[in-house]
């Protein structure tokens, strides 16, 4: 975390006991981050060594000392063969010995803590906050998707004793998941930012997915706040074990007339769009850094968690126009054509249906250039169990209310959407997404909006770096990016 190395977040003594660990070495006075990635460790950062699914991060104990890691944390079975790389400490299980640096951390902390969950919107919501909660202090938040049973305790370790805030992304793909992870997070509201089909393969039910999101409620700290989605037919639910909880207070944010955080109006401008909302009963108007209500909504739940956690509602609705969305989740730029110039909108990221509609309502909402044309190029979206054929073919709705004029489609379950579609829309389907690149490349012309959308495994983002590649903005004055 630091390049100096000389920034404190753990003192080597404060370590030991969090991690109930026995000294291998000498032990270093300070580390100044905390890191599993060897590819990502900052000199100084203490390199703790998790066994993943695909690796194993005992094998980069050496790599994390040339780097100039501070020292290393290593199970007991291990220990021995790492004799001498480093100061190690030696524990029974690293990620038992995380989690307890991460507790340690919680302990310690004097910040105000917000946890975010749901189906999506999740990273959205959380680089939201951080940058609205940055306007009024020091605030720590998860790094990119760090969501899981590492992402979650890797953040809290990563705390500082000083921060102000602490913004912490929960996901799940199992009941039972989020429990134990809000139990570290101990945040003083928790925000549920949709309820979605998502991971139906492994849920079943929409109430399942409801139930296993509301699990976050169950670790917020006694009379806390939960933030919920008003506008889907789960709201009840959630509500209901919101209030079954240690939560003090339910807020709902939606389009609903009931909402309390109500989004009135919303309005595409420039690169993010223009809201007018009615926070807790007063109505203000703000600037959107990120285009898409879905966007707006996500605001409205960061509105009512700066509120909640004592910022001045008009300077948090202020600093909201320098939210920009993240790669991959419609950030959008101006590709070189040869002819002019074309809008380039990336959402490669990932999908779902909830989210693919968001998607859609951008390009539906992005006026092409004078002969330009709407164009999409979708891969599959998975995990969709077996109403997933369905579910992409249901989308040719949202394709012609958006004025799509042309759709190229990647992957089985695409398929099933291209043959739905109507024939003059229809320019390319193929079974990988590589095999759409070049007929997508050569379709494109000045003017037109091209949106790339699927699934993170459906492999589109290589289609937007290609694009990006081929119409590269020649070198000179910054246009709009
Ligand atoms: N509230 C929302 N409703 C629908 N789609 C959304 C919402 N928020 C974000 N999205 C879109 O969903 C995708 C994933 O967003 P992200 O914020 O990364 O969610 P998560 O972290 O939950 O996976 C992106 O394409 C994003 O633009
Ligand atoms: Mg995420």
Not at 89 to 94: A, E, P, S
Not at 272 to 291: D, K, W
Not at 401 to 412: E, I, R, S, Y
Request: glycine share 12%; charged share 20%.
């Amino acid at each position: 975390m630091s390049a100096t190395g000389a920034r404190e977040l753990w003192s080597g003594l404060g370590l030991i006991g969090p991690l109930e660990a026995r000294l291998s070495g000498a032990l270093p006075p300070r580390v100044g981050g905390v890191s599993i990635d060897t590819r990502t460790l900052e000199p100084g950062d203490l390199f703790v060594a998790i066994k993943g699914d695909a690796n194993d991060g005992h094998d980069f104990v050496r790599a994390a000392f040339e780097k100039g890691a501070a020292a290393a944390v290593v199970a007991e079975a291990q220990s021995d063969a790492l004799r001498g790389a480093g100061p190690l400490l030696v524990v029974r299980d690293t990620l038992r010995a995380l989690e307890g640096l991460a507790r340690a951390a919680r302990a310690r902390s004097k910040a105000r803590i917000v946890a975010v969950t749901g189906s999506v919107g999740k990273t959205s919501t959380k680089e939201t906050l951080r940058v609205v909660l940055g306007r009024f202090g020091q605030t720590h938040a998860s790094a990119a998707s760090y969501n899981n049973h590492w992402g979650v305790p890797l953040t809290l370790a990563r705390m500082a004793a000083e921060a102000r805030f602490g913004v912490f992304e929960i996901g799940m793909n199992h009941p039972g998941e989020i429990t134990p992870l809000v139990g570290m997070v101990r945040p003083q509201l928790a925000i549920v930012t949709a309820i979605a089909p998502v991971h139906l393969e492994h849920m079943g039910s929409i109430e399942a997915i409801a139930d296993a999101k509301a699990e976050v409620f169950s670790g917020v700290v006694k009379g806390g706040g939960a933030v919920v989605p008003r506008d889907t037919p789960m709201f009840e639910r959630l509500a209901s074990a919101a209030k079954a909880s240690p939560v003090g207070h339910v807020v709902s944010f939606g389009e609903h007339a009931d909402a309390d955080a109500r989004l009135i109006d919303y309005a595409p401008e420039g690169q993010g769009s223009l809201v007018r909302a009615s926070i807790l009963g007063r109505t203000i108007g703000y600037r959107l850094g990120a285009p898409g209500k879905h966007q707006a909504l996500n605001s409205l739940a960061v509105l009512v968690a700066a509120r909640a956690m004592g910022c001045d509602l008009d300077e948090a609705a202020a600093a909201l126009a320098d939210a920009k969305p993240a790669k991959g989740r419609g950030a959008r730029e101006t590709l070189a054509h040869a002819d002019g110039a074309m809008t380039l909108i990336d959402e490669a990221y990932n999908a779902n249906p909830t989210s693919m509609r968001a998607a859609l309502d951008l390009i539906g909402q992005t006026e092409p250039g004078p002969n330009g044309r709407r164009v999409a190029a979708l891969g599959d979206m998975l995990e969709l169990g077996p109403q997933s054929a369905e579910m992409h073919r249901a989308l040719v709705d949202a394709l012609e209310a958006n004025g799509v004029d042309l759709l190229f489609a990647a992957g089985p379950m695409m398929k099933h959407l291209f043959d739905a579609a109507p024939a003059a829309m229809r320019a390319r389907w193929a079974e990988r997404a590589a095999d759409i690149e070049t007929p997508l490349a050569e379709a494109l012309r000045a003017g037109d909006v091209v949106m790339i959308k699927g699934s993170n495994g459906s492999r589109m983002g290589p289609i937007v770096s290609a694009l990006q590649k081929r119409f590269q903005r020649p070198a000179g004055p910054a246009g709009e990016g």
